[in-house]
């Protein structure tokens, strides 16, 4: 008999560069749209630049990334093993999706992940994401007797690994970054304590959060 999901630990999951590719696209967007150059960094400050030269200032970075996910989602393709590592995950764990947009594009996550065959409860966010899975957690996080379910968070940022070991010290964390011109340049959870392991390849990830979840359960 299939083990009920309030009595499963609960897997919290981001989207982008986890399970679906997003710097890659939003790169060639850049290029081929807005003459504009990314320069993958640590982080978007700087990073992007007009042919001229010009460097684009944060303000004008955040629009761009709002018109990348409210016209062109659609180019965002599969971090490699991410779908059946999702599916196979979901076997033994409840799955949700903790996704930095703003709420209005909620639906449209939900829709873009459906045409990967994903079929998940999404959360938005804006922000370090403690506070949000904080709240998840509070919703779904306690089995049927009431007692807390073990929980795990993938997101590929170090900020919100230090959020959520900041909020939520329980929850066991995976850093992992999907997109490999990303992930030199990626400030380490691991290594700064908020992580449990850095993991970039779902051909390891898998059977390290499935032996977790196996530990834990």
Request: contains cysteine.
């Amino acid at each position: 008999m299939p083990i009920p999901e309030k009595n499963k630990p609960l897997v919290i999951t981001d989207c982008d560069e986890v399970l679906l590719r997003m710097v890659h696209h939003f790169r060639a967007w850049l290029k081929e749209d807005h003459a504009i150059t990314m320069t993958v960094s640590r982080d978007f400050s700087g990073a992007l630049a007009h042919d001229d030269g010009r460097t684009l200032e944060q303000e004008e970075v955040w629009e761009l990334l709002g018109g990348f996910f409210d016209d062109e989602m659609h180019r965002q393709d599969e971090v490699p093993g991410a779908i059946d590592a999702i599916r196979t995950i979901s076997e033994h764990a409840e799955v949700v999706v903790l996704t930095n947009l703003n709420d209005e594009r909620r639906e449209d996550r939900i829709r873009q992940l459906a045409t990967f065959g994903i079929d998940l409860p999404v959360y938005t966010n804006q922000g370090p994401k403690g506070p949000a899975l904080a709240r998840i957690v509070e919703e779904r996080g306690y089995d049927a007797n009431g007692k807390l379910r073990p929980t795990f968070f993938i997101d590929d940022l170090a900020v919100h690994h230090n959020s959520v070991a900041e909020t939520a010290p329980h929850v066991i964390c995976l850093h992992f970054v999907g997109e490999p011109e990303v992930a030199p340049h990626t400030t380490c959870a691991f290594t700064a304590g908020h992580a449990q392991a850095r993991i970039d390849n779902w051909q390891q990830a898998l059977p390290w959060l499935l032996e977790r979840i196996k530990e834990h359960a």
